[in-house]
C-alpha cells in the first residue's frame, strides 16, 4: 500500500489543523494505520492509531484530548484533527500502516507516507 499524507502548514498557537492520509489499495480495511511525528531535533514518536473498523483507537499521552483520528473507509483516507496546538506539536508527521491489529511503536508499521510539515508558532 501506498501513503501519501497532506494538509500539514502554519497555524498559531491554540488554532487548529486537519491532516489527511490517502491510502492507494484495494483492501483498505486489513490495515490498522497509525499517526507518528518528529519533531526537530529529536527521534520520531508515537501520536495515535486506530484498528481497521474505527472503533479502537489509542493516543499519545501528549496529544490525547487534542487530537482526534479517524478513518473513512469507502474513500481510503485516514485523518487527523488536531485541536488546541502548541509549539511543542511542531513536527513532520507521518502516517504508517500495517496488517493487523494496531501497534504503538514505528517497528510495527511497514507502510510508511512521506510525512507533512506541520509548524505551530508562539
Known amino acids: 500500500v501506498q501513503l501519501q499524507a497532506s494538509g500539514g502548514g502554519l497555524v498559531q498557537d491554540g488554532g487548529s489543523l486537519k491532516l489527511s492520509c490517502a491510502a492507494s489499495t484495494t483492501s483498505f480495511t486489513k490495515y490498522a494505520l497509525a499517526w507518528f511525528r518528529q519533531p526537530p531535533g529529536k527521534e520520531r514518536e508515537f501520536v495515535a492509531t486506530?484498528?481497521?473498523?474505527?472503533?479502537?483507537?489509542l493516543y499519545g499521552v501528549s496529544v490525547k484530548g487534542r487530537f482526534t483520528i479517524s478513518r473513512d473507509n469507502a474513500r481510503n483516507t485516514m485523518y487527523l484533527q488536531m485541536n488546541s496546538l502548541k509549539p511543542e506539536d511542531t513536527a513532520v508527521y507521518y502516517c504508517?500502516?500495517?496488517?493487523?491489529?494496531?501497534?504503538?511503536?514505528?517497528?510495527?508499521?511497514?507502510?510508511w507516507g512521506q510525512g507533512t510539515q506541520v509548524t505551530v508558532s508562539s
Open positions: 486506530s484498528n481497521w473498523r474505527n472503533l479502537s483507537k
Open positions: 504508517a500502516a500495517r496488517e493487523g491489529g494496531p501497534k504503538l511503536y514505528e517497528s510495527g508499521y511497514n507502510y
